[in-house]
């Protein structure tokens, strides 16, 4: 059964570097800009666990709190909807374990309105030559974790994300090539219409 934080896509191998940020990375301002313009999206992508194990698949966003992870070679899926987090498993029950969407550090990316600016959001911000980093948390919740985001530039685009759950484990995400701007229906990510069609 795949747990919360091997779902919660990520991976950078590399210690994110703390303030001040260096002088050509992406701007707070920016990088907020680009997050709230980002509306729908899809991408293929490889998934590191915490164990070390590697898995791959298709991602499928729409912003705001709407996410939905399918894996290669299962039925196991991954959906954020209706602030919930659902993870189902294909060999148990058709009934998936939830979450509230607002206990994992995911939510910093699916939230209606982003401002990474605000206060004690931003814990660290850098760039390394090639892409800029930054690692965030929830501003009232830092103890639920964070989230590491990795941003290339010229255009700006979201590469890959590292959650760090506040069980101390660490799952990536590397994304693939990004494609945005397409219409996607809600249905894609209702929870319960997944658990109904399993149920059959």
């Known amino acids: 059964?795949?747990?919360l934080r091997h779902i919660l896509a990520t991976a950078a191998a590399s210690t994110l570097l703390a303030f001040p940020a260096a002088a050509d990375a992406i701007s707070l301002t920016e990088l907020s800009t680009y997050l709230n313009g980002l509306k729908t999206a899809k991408a293929g992508f490889t998934q590191i666990n915490d164990d070390g194990s590697?898995?791959?698949?298709?991602l499928v966003l729409k912003r705001p709190w709407k996410i939905r992870f399918e894996y290669d070679g299962d039925d196991t899926l991954v959906l954020a909807s209706a602030l919930s987090v659902a993870i189902f498993?294909?060999?148990?029950?058709?009934?998936?374990?939830?979450?509230?969407?607002?206990?994992?550090?995911?939510?910093?990316?699916?939230?209606?309105?982003?401002?990474?600016?605000?206060d004690n959001m931003v814990v660290g911000h850098s760039y390394d030559g090639t892409?800029?980093?930054?690692?965030?948390?929830?501003?009232?919740?830092?103890e639920l974790g964070t989230l590491e985001l990795?941003?290339?530039?010229n255009p700006v685009q979201l590469r890959q994300w590292v959650v760090n759950d506040d069980s101390g484990a660490a799952t990536t995400v590397v994304l693939?090539?990004?494609?945005?701007?397409?219409?996607?229906?809600?249905?894609?990510?209702d929870i319960d219409r997944e658990v109904t069609r399993?149920?059959?």
């Open 1 to 3: 059964m795949k747990t």
């Open 131 to 142: 892409a800029t980093k930054l690692i965030a948390q929830d501003p009232k919740n830092p």
């Open 54 to 58: 590697i898995t791959t698949g298709k």
């Open 198 to 200: 399993r149920s059959r």
């Open 176 to 189: 693939g090539a990004m494609e945005t701007g397409m219409t996607i229906s809600n249905q894609v990510f």
């Open 150 to 153: 990795v941003f290339t530039d």
């Open 89 to 118: 498993d294909p060999k148990g029950n058709p009934r998936p374990e939830t979450y509230p969407l607002k206990r994992t550090p995911l939510k910093l990316i699916l939230d209606r309105n982003i401002n990474l600016s605000q």
